[in-house]
């Protein structure tokens, strides 16, 4: 069946470094994919989305492309802040509009 | 807009009694409301999609008849562990949906409930 593979974390960083979080996938048709965030005491919330193949998703300064030959779709973002510490999510969505998410990766971001 | 809200956000309770969790969307009328449960480090994994008016569509491995999920109205669905046990001690979280637009239905989450059997 479908799947998410996302990076273990804690990822810890200092203010203004670049961030990586490696998400990957499998599934049988052409899913759209996703990242959503999840701040402490707070749900889940959309960060950004790709619907087909090469597409980039792009919010807050977070980007991600959906690469079909890799099967990936990695969050990046040039210079995080302490504001984004958070939980971060990939998840794949197929036409039953079900969502099927990675593990979470938490980010600490330290001054 | 499209905020949704659980209630409690944290409940406590002994083995055996039933727990009923509720899931609202504030601002919107939700056409399809979907029930998750969370273990710690783990992924979420969805017990079940709901729709207003009809039953409960359950994933494979979920207990129908251990976690009833009611949608009564557009803006409330609820989740009642039945005979609650250690074991079903988790966090579950609710999202809405409203509905297609331009080919995706996005969810809107609940800030999710801890509940802790003892």
């Known amino acids: 069946g479908d799947s998410v593979t996302q990076m273990e974390g804690p990822v810890t960083l200092s203010e203004e470094a670049f961030l990586t979080i490696n998400c990957t996938y499998t599934a049988t048709g052409y899913p759209s994919l996703f990242w959503y965030v999840q701040y402490p005491g707070e749900g889940l919330q959309l960060l950004l989305k790709?619907?087909?193949?090469?597409d980039k998703g792009s919010n807050k300064g977070f980007e991600a492309t959906y690469r079909k030959e890799t099967t990936s779709f990695h969050l990046e973002k040039g210079s995080v802040q302490v504001s984004d510490s958070a939980v971060y999510f990939c998840?794949?969505?197929?036409?039953?509009?079900?969502?099927?998410f990675g593990t979470g990766t938490r980010l600490q971001v330290f001054p | 807009g499209a905020v949704v809200s659980q209630h409690p956000s944290r409940v406590i309770c002994k083995s055996g009694t039933s727990v009923k969790i509720e899931c609202r969307s504030l601002?919107?009328?939700?056409?399809?409301m979907f029930w998750y449960r969370q273990f710690p480090k783990q992924s979420l994994m969805l017990m079940a999609t709901?729709?207003?008016?009809?039953?409960?569509?359950?994933e494979q491995g979920v207990e129908k008849d251990k976690f009833l999920i009611n949608h009564a109205s557009l803006t409330l669905s609820t989740l009642t562990v039945t005979s609650a046990h250690p074991e079903d001690s988790s966090f579950y979280i609710c999202s809405a949906t409203l509905g297609r637009v331009a080919g995706y239905n996005e969810q809107f989450f609940g800030p999710g409930t801890r509940l802790t059997v003892l």
């Open positions: 709901s729709n207003e008016g009809s039953k409960a569509t359950y």
């Open positions: 998840a794949l969505g197929e036409n039953t509009d079900k969502l099927i």
């Open positions: 790709a619907t087909k193949a090469d």
């Open positions: 601002d919107f009328q939700a056409t399809t």
